[in-house]
Structure formats: C-alpha cells, structure tokens
C-alpha cells in the first residue's frame, strides 16, 4: 500500500542550545491508516507532529506527503492540505461554526453554495444538526462539540493526511470515551492516513492500526496494538502496567 506520509530518519535539534529533541525517527503511514505516537510527556511525539506541517523544521531528514518532500512545497500550501486537529481546538471566536469550517475552503477560493454544502456535509459527519449548530459560535458549544467541529474543519478540503495532537485530552471522561467511539467509526469511513498523539495507552490502543512509542526522541518502538502488548520492551511494559 503506497505512504500517504513517510518520515525519513528525521531530527530535530533546538537551535539555541543544539539539544536534539526528535532524533532519527522514520515512519510511513498508508491511506486508511492511524498510526498513534504514544509516549511520556517531553517524549518528542508533539514535536514530531509538528516537524510533519512544518511547524518546525527539521535539521536532519526528509518528511513526504503523497510523494513530495515538504520542505519543497510553500508551508501555507502544505499546511491547507494536511487537516489539523489540537487539544484546544483553536476554533476562531468570532466565527460561527459555518464559517470556522469554512474558512479553508474560501481561502482555496470555494465558491459559496460549495462551501455551504461541506459544511452541512461534514456537520452531519460529526454529528451536529447543521440547522441547530452552523450558525452558533464557539462559546455557544460544549467542549464536546467544540471538538467535532475541529475535526469537521480539519476535514475541510478532504485532505489525505490528518494530524490529532491529543484531540480529546482536555475533556471529561466521558465526552472522551464518547468521541473516541465516534472517531474510531469514522476511521474506516474516512479512508485518511492519520497520526494521533496521546499519552493514553487505552486511547492509543483502541484507535491505533499500529502504536509508535516515543521515548526521549527516539522511537523506541513501532508495531500494531498486539505487538505492543507483547513487547519487552521496558517502555511498553511501563505503559501496560499503568494501565492496568
């Protein structure tokens, strides 16, 4: 199955102090697929994921997305076409949920009815009556539904690659369970490459097709959810019995 993504033996290194944060990480991830960065906090799956839009560049390595080398495409192009979703959502204030989903689409120079028409597409996909919440704002939402609809703008222009930063870490136990319920049916619906990044080894093994274990920059291990509970590794077996 050809890599929607592929991370190539990247680094990252603090560019003040040279103290590498992200060191020699290689990965692909396949249409379809969620690869899950899993780790301790300060592990470097974060900044992993943020190497992948550019966010941060790397200093050693390559990062393709759907064949091309990032660092050749301009990084706002790069950046609409890969979805982002992040803890805080990071929905605009001022924006009703309509135009927060739509604001890629009218930057790529959709034309309004089309617009219009992803919107009410993608808030049915999430959940949401488009007639009850595509005209609300941000503060008008539960943390839940501040959420679904991060994951609707992510969604926006179909992109082939998604990017979660711990997308359900700041809400309640069972908002959480709910949404993580719903994601993992939206999964094989969607069709996307994903990488997610957690540190909950309950979240990462029920949504992830395989787990990438982080530790001190490193990736210390890459296999699928059985292979990870096999494991020996010492990191594995700390995040199984912390689940336990």
């Known amino acids: ?9 990247v680094g990252y290194r603090l560019p003040d102090s040279g103290r590498p944060l ?3 990480v290689s990965f692909d991830v396949a249409a379809g697929e969620t690869l899950v960065l899993l780790g301790r906090s300060g592990s470097g799956k974060t900044t992993t994921l943020k190497l992948v839009n550019r966010l941060l560049e790397p200093t050693r390595g390559d990062v393709l997305v759907a064949g091309r080398v990032t660092r050749q495409i301009e990084p706002h192009r790069l950046r609409r076409g890969i979805g982002y979703v992040i803890q805080d959502v990071g929905l605009f204030p001022h924006f009703t949920v309509e135009q927060n989903i739509g604001l890629v689409p009218r930057l790529e120079g959709w034309d309004t009815e ?6 009410r597409e993608l808030l049915t996909l999430v959940g949401l009556d488009p007639d009850r919440f595509r005209a609300r704002r941000p503060h008008e939402l539960s943390g839940g539904q501040r959420q679904r609809v991060g994951v609707a703008r992510a969604l926006a ?4 690659l998604l990017l979660l930063d711990e997308p ?3 809400l309640d136990p069972i908002t959480r369970a709910e949404l993580q319920r719903e994601f993992k049916s939206l999964e094989a619906r969607l069709g996307k490459a994903m990488v997610f990044v957690t540190h909950d080894v309950r979240e990462g093994l029920l949504l992830g097709a395989r ?4 530790q001190e920059g490193r990736l210390a291990f890459l296999g699928t959810g059985p292979e990870f509970r096999e494991s ?5 077996r700390a ?3 912390a689940a336990a």
Not at 211 to 214: C, D, E, N, T
């Open 1 to 9: 199955m050809t890599a929607v993504l592929e991370v190539r033996e």
């Open 239 to 241: 995040f199984l019995e």
């Open 157 to 160: 222009v179909d992109p082939p």
């Open 168 to 170: 359900f870490g700041a």
């Open 232 to 236: 020996p590794h010492p990191e594995c």
């Open 211 to 214: 787990i990438g274990l982080m």
């Open 114 to 119: 089309r617009i219009a028409a992803r919107v």
């Open 22 to 24: 992200v060191t020699d």
